[in-house]
């Protein structure tokens, strides 16, 4: 199979979308559950927008993309979904930590 440039770069935010889509549907699911099984989280995801918007020059601060992310400002979204981490999700992400 073979995809033009632009078709697998659609495809690709197409996919993102989705993704974030799911993750603000899934709100009982905490960052700490998604960094110990997957590595990476909603975090994650609004740092690597960040990243690629700084790379071409797009203005996007920290908040504009967590909000992007979390489908509302974060503060809102810890303050509405985020529980505290049991100690044994603590113990896991200690364990398994990558560096975040």
Not at 9 to 19: D, H, S
Not at 27 to 37: E, Y
């Amino acid at each position: 199979m073979t995809i033009d440039d632009k078709t697998r770069t659609e495809l690709e935010a197409a996919v993102f979308r989705r993704l974030v889509s799911h993750l603000q549907g899934r709100t009982d699911v905490q960052n700490i559950d998604l960094m110990n099984l997957a590595g990476f989280c909603r975090n994650c995801l609004s740092n690597w927008l960040k990243d690629a918007a700084d790379e071409k020059g797009v203005a996007l601060s920290k908040d504009e993309s967590r909000e992007a992310v979390y489908g509302m400002p974060y503060e809102n979204w810890k303050a509405k979904y985020q529980s505290d981490a049991t100690p044994d999700q603590q113990a896991v992400f200690k364990k398994s930590q990558t560096g975040h």
